[in-house]
């Protein structure tokens, strides 16, 4: 879940990170009126989850209050990459000297903390990556013994920066880490860390993504309503990944489901999706999963690959086509659906797939043969 900017900066200023003042708004008065609070001299920030709204004319700088009014007015029309300004962040303006990058993520290569610094910031950091990767340095930290000033010294040192801002520096990047490390962080971002003509450290902007599958650890961060295909399966307890074929896959079990998608490929098919329902497949897990795989307008057909150790195939087989007949009723099924059976009841399960009369359904016993067949019926992917 990603927080908005103002949002992860009252995270930062509790764990001791210097962020500017600020006053997050919902009407231009309120802008206003901040405006004055702030003695006239601020930046408003459009607060939406995306990035790049310097580029997108997202952040302004007000020189009177009506210059505040008009700006803010501008800002809550707008809408940033299909995203509506709700709230705008008014903010104590820095006079910046530098500006730097300082991140950490979650390294999938190396499955630790990845800690990030650049002595140019401001860009987004895959732009900059292309156009001067030779400013970016990183440092693997050991999730074991967490992030050491060493690690952040030896980077600094690398970068050639004035010794004067070390210290600085590596609090600022202690405390990001804290942050990380106790939030379930996957990402976090300070993009420019303002240096400005005082001598001063600033995190002028802040991103914080927090792990979904940590979220019950902090129940005090705000509820989000539910956005993408993504979190509208997690929250019905299924684990969905959207990919680029055209073949829809439901399957119980990550490892079931991964070999599912192997069997596809290797016949020439492409994977519309990874769906593991797990034991849900049980419960409405197959009426859930259509539906979550038929908002992909890419879907040509379903496979559904059920292996049944605990659960019973029959139960299953009934599901599947009890949500077949009741999608036919409401006519949202307009692709066909394959379906393999093993497992528990298997031969009772197959049996009641073979009554159904569906013109939609489609068994076969095997997954080699299921595979061939979806590929068949749905058509390459495009
Ligand atoms: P983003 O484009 O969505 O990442 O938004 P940022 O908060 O990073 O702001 C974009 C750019 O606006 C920064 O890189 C700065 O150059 C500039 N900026 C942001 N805050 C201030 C500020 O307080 N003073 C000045 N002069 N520039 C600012
Ligand atoms: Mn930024």
Known sequence: MKLFEYEAKDIFAKYGIPVPKGVICETPDEVVSAFYNLKKNVVLKAQVLVGGRGKAGAIKFPKTSSEASDMAKSLFDMEIKGERVEKVYVEQALSIEKEYYLGIITDTDTSSPLLIFASEGGMEIELLAKEKPEVIKKVVINPLLGLMSYNIRFILKESNLSSEYHQQIINIALNLYSIYWEMDGELIEINPLVL???GDLFAADAKLNIDNNALFRHPELPKREIKTVEDKAAKLGLSYVLLDGNIGIISNGAGLTMATMDHLNLAGGKPANFLDAGERILRDGVKDGMNIILENPNVDAILINIFAGGPRCDVIAEKIVQTID??????????????????????EGRKILSKCKSPHLYQELEIEDAVKKVIELGGKSK
């Open 196 to 198: 400005t003509k005082d």
């Open 326 to 347: 009741e999608m036919e009723e409401s006519k949202s099924l307009n692709v066909p659906v394959v379906v393999t059976l093993h497992g528990r009841y298997m031969e």
